[in-house]
């Protein structure tokens, strides 16, 4: 048996204190962590929007729906052929669903633990990790909003359109401070953001399409994007079909033709994509 006066405490188990601001920050992680698993649930109900529009099967009511289908006016008909609506279609709705953008261009708001410069390590690795997942998730929710609405041929209204354009710039205004991707001391954190960022503008662009005005930086950046990625076919179509929608701009159809005609580049390229799926 060990004489007690030889003991020592060099092996024994340390002592769990924490200083409070790493307690803190584990309490901030935690709360992240929360907010990220709420996000990841909405991002799931975002890809099958909207179902609570798709009429039940079996309805009681449906013998009586036929009958007033089948006695509907000449003029309701054609009225619903224009449109290319029927009268069980599920159209998404655009301002059901829009009270949700507010708060995800939130999150997806860079911090300065969000982007860590290279070579300068965070102050707290697991603070910047969630942080950056929260960020993707978001963007990820917002690309599933954005598509699902996307589906609807409703005309926007004037008050929609003006909604859109904020909405583009306040994607835009956060994609600038997350950086030019191309740049050479961009970080993979940051080139996964913009490539996660990119369907969100583009899911964006289909909805507001002919509402957004192109901006020659934009479209230029956007452009440059599109040539870089050589092999990665889905980056291209989402990038060319953001390209496309933005051409569509009313007041800038005239530019781009005139681009089009003398040696400069065009604007925008116009080419019809595929579509691709939700995240």
């Not at 507010?102 to 690795?125: A, K, Q, R, V």
């Not at 929608?245 to 007041?251: E, G, I, K, M």
């Amino acid at each position: 048996m060990p004489q007690i006066e030889n003991l020592s405490l060099k092996h024994t188990p340390k002592s769990d204190d924490k200083s409070p601001i790493e307690l803190e920050f584990e309490r901030f992680e935690n709360r992240l962590r929360t907010i990220q698993l709420g996000l990841e649930i909405l991002t799931s109900v975002c890809a099958t929007l909207p179902d609570s529009e798709i009429p039940p099967a079996g309805d009681d009511g449906g013998e009586e729906e036929e009958e007033e289908i089948e006695m509907d006016s000449e003029e309701d008909a054609d009225a619903r052929m224009a449109t290319d609506e029927t009268p069980t279609a599920s159209q998404p709705n655009l301002s059901q669903f829009t009270f949700l953008v507010p708060p995800l261009l939130s999150l997806i708001e860079p911090t300065h633990l969000s982007f860590p410069p290279p070579g300068s390590p965070s102050i707290h690795p697991p603070t910047t990790s969630a942080l950056g997942a929260i960020h993707l998730c978001a963007l990820e929710c917002l690309n599933n909003l954005f598509l699902s609405l996307a589906t609807s041929r409703r005309s926007l209204t004037d008050a929609e359109k003006a909604q859109g354009a904020t909405i583009w710039s306040s994607l835009w205004a956060t994609l600038d401070r997350v950086g030019d991707p191309r740049a050479a001391k961009s970080t993979k954190e940051q080139k996964t953001f913009w490539e996660t960022a990119i369907g969100v503008l583009w899911g964006a662009s289909i909805v507001f399409k002919g509402a957004i005005v192109p901006e020659e930086g934009q479209v230029e950046l956007l452009t440059g994007l599109s040539n870089s990625y050589v092999g990665n076919d889905q980056m291209k179509v989402k990038l060319v079909g953001t390209l496309e929608c933005l051409a569509q701009h009313p007041q800038s159809i005239g530019a781009n033709r005139v681009r089009r005609s003398s040696s400069s580049p065009p604007f925008v390229h116009v080419i019809n994509p595929s579509r691709t799926g939700h995240r």
